[in-house]
């Protein structure tokens, strides 16, 4: 199973615009290369039409992702995941990275690197 990896440009990128207040070229800033400036989808390949990628932690039981479909971006405030491998041996186990409740496809499950 591989990633959705599906890119947008990142909706927060409107508000970097307005903050500048010179009249160079939109397409002079920010670097449409930046890591921050485009959204990927880490949810699993054919998941549907809500696509999500991880923001930021807030303490380890809570973390904020962003959803989108289209141009519509939602912010959510949700629990890790967290499920294991059940047919893993225990000391290679590791958490999924995805938020609780997620479209099938746990990380773990994931084989190619996110963000090809
Ligand atoms: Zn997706
Ligand atoms: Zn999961």
Not at 18 to 32: E, K, V
Not at 64 to 77: A, L, N, P, R, S
Not at 83 to 94: A, G, I, L, N
Request: proline fraction near 9%.
């Amino acid at each position: 199973m591989d990633h959705c990896n599906l890119s947008a440009r990142a909706p927060w990128v409107g508000l970097l615009y307005t903050r500048r207040n010179d009249d160079a070229p939109l397409a002079d800033f920010p670097d449409p290369e930046h890591p921050y400036a485009r959204v990927v989808c880490e949810l699993a390949y054919g998941h549907g039409e809500e696509h999500a990628d991880f923001l930021e932690e807030m303490d380890a039981d809570l973390q904020v992702w962003v959803q989108w479909e289209g141009e519509h971006f939602t912010y959510i405030c949700v629990r890790p995941c967290e499920m294991v491998d059940p047919t893993v041996d225990p000391v290679h186990q590791s958490a999924c990275m995805l938020y609780a409740e997620h479209p099938p496809g746990h990380s773990w499950e994931l084989a190619d690197t996110p963000y090809d």
